[in-house]
């Protein structure tokens, strides 16, 4: 090899490598898709459809006109939030689950798990 090839061919090659004890680069975080499936029984419906499906619930929050009822289980917790539509009662258009230490859990699962609960039907 001469003189002037040999520094050529090692900064070319120099670009092949990689840094000693650099971090993969990480992707940011997963957005959490929501889907109205297994909701059915849920959405739409107004305060006293509620209280047949699930019981009593174990809140009662008002706010203006808006209104949110939660139910809770040894499994999970589910918030359900009524709006009103221009003069209409108060129906569910929005729903949120946890577990009951904060964790997240399905939606739909969480309704099914109240529908089964002691008060609920």
């Known amino acids: ?13 120099s ?19 929501y889907s109205g499936v297994g909701l059915e029984r849920v959405i739409g419906q107004n ?10 619930p174990d809140a009662d929050v008002r706010e203006g006109t808006a209104r949110k009822l939660q139910f ?7 918030d359900t939030y009524l709006y009103p539509k221009g003069s209409a009662e108060p129906r569910v258009t929005y729903v949120d689950a946890r ?5 997240a ?10 529908t089964r609960r002691e008060g609920g039907k």
Do not use: W
């Open 1 to 13: 090899m001469t003189r002037v090839a040999a520094p050529v061919l090692l900064v070319l090659m």
């Open 15 to 33: 670009g092949c490598a990689t840094a000693v004890g650099s971090a993969p680069e990480r992707a940011g975080p997963v957005p959490i898709t």
């Open 47 to 56: 305060a006293n459809q509620l209280v047949r499906l699930f019981g009593q």
């Open 72 to 78: 809770q289980s040894r499994i999970c917790v589910l």
């Open 99 to 103: 577990q009951p230490d904060g964790r």
């Open 105 to 114: 859990i399905d939606r739909a699962s969480c309704v099914a798990a109240l």
